[in-house]
């Protein structure tokens, strides 16, 4: 590549970054060319504020065609010099939606002779998926594999050797995008070479091991390509602050713009300066508009040679044109910036290119600043996910003479002619707008696969998302990303909201419960922080009852193995179900050498299961195989909603499986003995650092997972994983008392007596409570009442012993009286009373009013 092609143009003299970091103290520090590489903006995105912005991508700031192309390539060039010829010669490249669909077919170019797929978002029917991931910090995140040939990520050579995959992106952040993506395809195909290319190296000190690790764990070889590499320092609270900066700044602009028809902040209709010229092309036949179902060497021949006389028809169309725009859309990335680069070669005008894009970021007209304008328009292809508002940034106010948009077939629609939509809002810029179409590329249908329809000539009618696929939900959360426990041990079906601000204190929290109806999921309890005194006596329960315990998760886990089939899935009840579902993972794995799956689920008491999750266990496994696992049953209300919430769901059994049944509420348990579990003496320290769950509508929309946090800060006090390794080194032990007890139990009556719930409608009465859901019966329901809520009294069994020391010990550190009792089935029993607290929930999850 020439000169000219591998620099791009530094005209300014303020970085593009300099507003954002002023004013939110963001740094960017790295080698000398990262600051001519980057700038700086701000976007709505729950889980990060602010946006890097690449100068050299060619999706949101107009760069030269060469300069974006020869990056690529570049990067192409240097992956090639690191695998050696005949291993770049198998070599297949996989590139990111949508940002790095051109990024990375430019640098499959510069390999030479590599097949190149990308992700994608749209769903194309008759294709079959080979895969899918997510990406977390996105605005827009599920990813679909579509490859036409399905053996194209197997990648075997002429020796039957998987091919090395290079995985293009073009900023590497957290690298949680390119693990998930390799941690999935490495269990469909297994390779021993992985390449990772980026435009960019941003990862922090915390995440630099993280391919190292993988690395470990599957004996593949794992390098990094990257142009440029720094980091991104963020000050405490920025999240927040950039927030509040979005909303003064779109505040004041829709002040200053009220009134005003301004185009590129909202879409009212705007008649375009000039009409708009579709340019024929002559896409050459057979050759795909990208890499969305793959691009093979063959294809490159044949594009090769058919650029020139593209571009000498836009050239043509174009005129005296001397400062133009060649506009990319969406994923269909590669196609224009190729013609933007024969163009650039062809004529002596000022070629810039760039991309229209889902994502929303904040614009501002200051050269310190990256977003200097914003022109938006209606989602034009008729989108899997529903329609919605689409953006291109930069194009406003930038002096082109023309503006050459590019789309594929698909989005030639209604909506892209529409007098708010893309074409008009160009025009109310520049003084010329061309439409070139490249057709869209359908794959023959698989055999037996339906028939894709036919691109629609009218309008889609606003109800067609109905018959859209649904969104893809995102893989499961793993440790050590999201909660200490090892990536084996548990994947979690939740959403990490580990950034925003969901405690309160208890009093604040119940008083808000009770005052406004909001229900407890709503927010968190500020994490019990134990005492010395009270970490010693959780040791000492431990190390008493870990092989009662280790004896009852052998329990309940041969009975699941015995009537529910040799592999089933565990779903456990996050987050107290999870430890114990951990445990019954390792028990199979120790004594029958069985890797079963496990999963953890929000469930909510009011609102039920989360739906999304069990959509997601649904499509990845049958639902007969899943076993709900919790740790203890109270009165059975948890097991009720189950029923319940799983009655719209076909094929899964509400059956739950618990590590301890006092008050026979299920028929697969370990014990029906209330005792101390240690797993109920503290929160998120003996659950993988993970809070409970929260069901909140502005941060839980309608296709998310429920979310949760991880308390990464609280790791010196994190027993998660010795309290399981130390019920574990039991198991051994107790091997032949389970093997006896399971052989009774399968021939016994285990049908659940309910005997737990006479006895809570009964205190309730004796106490003058009125109300069920105000007793929480047994040790660990207990426990919860004094670590999380405002108890009244303690009823404990008189005589017990040991069981109980941390309940005595949290009742006299918050000043809760404890009345011993003949005649109680449970050990223990806390009692909530409205009278005398702020916020005593009921079965709806929201406040009880006073009897």
């Given at each position: ?556 886990t041969e009975t699941v193995l015995a009537e529910r089939g040799p592999r089933p899935v565990l779903v456990s009840l996050a987050r107290a179900g999870t430890p114990v579902g951990v445990l019954m993972r390792r028990w199979a794995q120790h004594r ?70 006092p008050g026979g509420c299920v028929r697969t348990y370990g014990t029906r003995e209330d005792f101390l579990i240690p797993s109920a003496c503290l929160n998120s320290t003996v659950s993988g650092l993970i809070s409970r769950t929260v069901l909140r ?155």
């Open positions: 590549m020439s000169e000219r092609a591998t620099r791009e143009e530094t005209v300014d003299v303020v970085w593009s970054g300099s507003w954002v970091a002023e004013r939110l103290g963001v740094e960017l520090t790295g080698d000398g060319e990262l600051r001519d590489m980057l700038g700086l903006a701000l976007r709505r995105n729950p889980k990060r504020a602010h946006l890097l912005v690449s100068n050299v991508l060619g999706k949101h700031v107009p760069q030269r065609p060469s300069v974006v192309y020869g990056a690529g390539f570049e990067l192409g060039e240097r992956v090639r010099a690191l695998l050696g010829d005949s291993e770049a010669a198998r070599a297949v490249v996989l590139g990111y939606a949508e940002t790095a669909t051109g990024l990375g077919h430019a640098v499959a170019d510069g390999l030479g002779s590599a097949p190149y797929l990308h992700s994608t978002r749209r769903p194309v029917a008759g294709v079959a998926r080979a895969g899918g991931f997510e990406e977390s910090h996105s605005h827009a995140t599920s990813h679909l594999l579509l490859p036409e040939d399905g053996a194209l990520l197997a990648g075997p050579g002429s020796d039957g050797a998987p091919a090395p995959l290079v995985l293009v992106d073009d900023e590497f952040s957290t690298g949680n995008t390119v693990l998930n993506t390799m941690r999935m395809l490495h269990e469909l195909y297994p390779r021993e070479r992985y390449v990772v290319v980026a435009l960019v190296d941003m990862r922090s000190e915390r995440d630099r091991g993280r391919l190292d690790e993988f690395a470990a764990e599957t004996g593949a070889r794992v390098d990094l390509v990257a142009r440029g590499a720094g980091t991104v320092g963020l000050p405490d609270g920025v999240l927040e602050r950039g927030r509040a900066l979005v909303a003064a700044q779109e505040a004041e602009q829709e002040a200053w713009e009220s009134g005003r028809a301004a185009p590129e902040s909202g879409r009212p209709p705007v008649e375009p300066a000039t009409a708009c010229t579709r340019i024929p092309l002559g896409w050459p036949a057979g050759v795909p508009d990208g890499g969305r179902h793959g691009f093979t060497p063959a294809h490159r021949a044949l594009l090769e040679p058919a650029l020139p006389g593209m571009a000498a028809r836009i050239a043509e169309a174009l005129g005296d044109a001397r400062r133009v725009l060649v506009l990319g859309f969406e994923e269909l990335m590669y196609a224009p910036l190729r013609l933007g680069t024969a163009l650039e070669a062809l004529t002596d005008a000022d070629v810039r290119y760039s991309t229209t894009t889902r994502s929303p970021v904040l614009a501002v007209d200051d050269p310190g600043y990256a977003i200097r304008s914003r022109l938006v328009f209606p989602a034009h292809d008729n989108p899997a996910d529903g329609p919605g508002d689409r953006y291109a940034y930069n194009v406003a106010g930038a002096g082109f003479d023309a503006v050459v948009a590019v789309v594929d077939s698909t989005a030639d629609t209604p909506e892209l002619h529409a007098p708010d939509g893309l074409l008009a809002r160009l025009g109310a810029h520049t003084g010329r707008v061309l439409l070139a179409v490249v057709p869209s590329y359908t794959p023959a249908p698989a055999p037996d696969a339906e028939p894709a329809s036919a691109p629609a000539a009218e309008p889609v009618p606003s109800h067609a998302s109905d018959r859209q696929e649904p969104r893809m939900l995102p893989e499961p959360l793993r440790g050590p990303d999201f909660s200490s426990y090892a990536a084996g041990d548990v994947g979690w079906l939740l959403q990490d909201l580990s950034d925003t601000e969901l405690e309160a204190p208890t009093e604040e929290r119940e008083e808000a419960i009770q005052s406004g109806g909001a229900h407890y999921a709503e927010s968190l309890p500020v994490e019990y922080q134990p005492s010395a005194e009270y970490q010693a006596l959780f040791q000492a329960a431990l190390d008493t009852s870990a092989a009662r315990i280790a004896r009852a998760v052998g329990t309940v029958h050498g069985l890797d079963l799956p496990h999963y953890a689920v929000s469930i909510v008491r009011g609102r039920g299961i989360d739906a999304n999750a069990l959509r997601w266990l649904a499509a990845h496994h049958d639902p007969a195989d899943i076993v709900f696992v919790d740790g203890w049953t109270g009165k059975g209300a948890i097991t009720r909603e189950l029923a319940v919430a799983l009655a719209g769901f076909e094929g899964f059994n509400p059956e739950i499986a618990v590590l301890a049944d509508a502005d941060l839980v929309g309608p296709e998310d997972f429920h979310g949760a946090k991880f308390y990464r800060e609280l790791a010196g006090a994190d027993v998660s994983g010795h309290f399981l390794d130390t019920v574990a080194a039991r198991f051994d032990e107790v091997v032949d008392g389970v093997d006896a007890e399971v052989k009774e139990l399968l021939t016994a009556d285990r049908a659940p007596t309910w005997e737990g719930w006479a006895a809570v409608e009964r205190i309730s009465e004796e106490y003058g409570i009125h109300d069920v859901n105000l007793v929480k019966p047994g040790v660990g329901e207990t426990t919860r009442v004094l670590l999380r809520r405002v108890p009244w009294k303690i009823l404990a069994q008189r005589g017990a012993g040991a069981d109980l020391e941390h309940i005595r010990l949290l009742a006299a550190q918050r000043g809760v009286p404890v009345e011993e009792v003949d005649e109680l089935p449970y050990t223990c029993v806390g009692l909530i009373h409205p009278q005398f607290t702020r916020g005593a929930t009921g079965a709806d999850g929201k406040a009880v009013t006073e009897k």
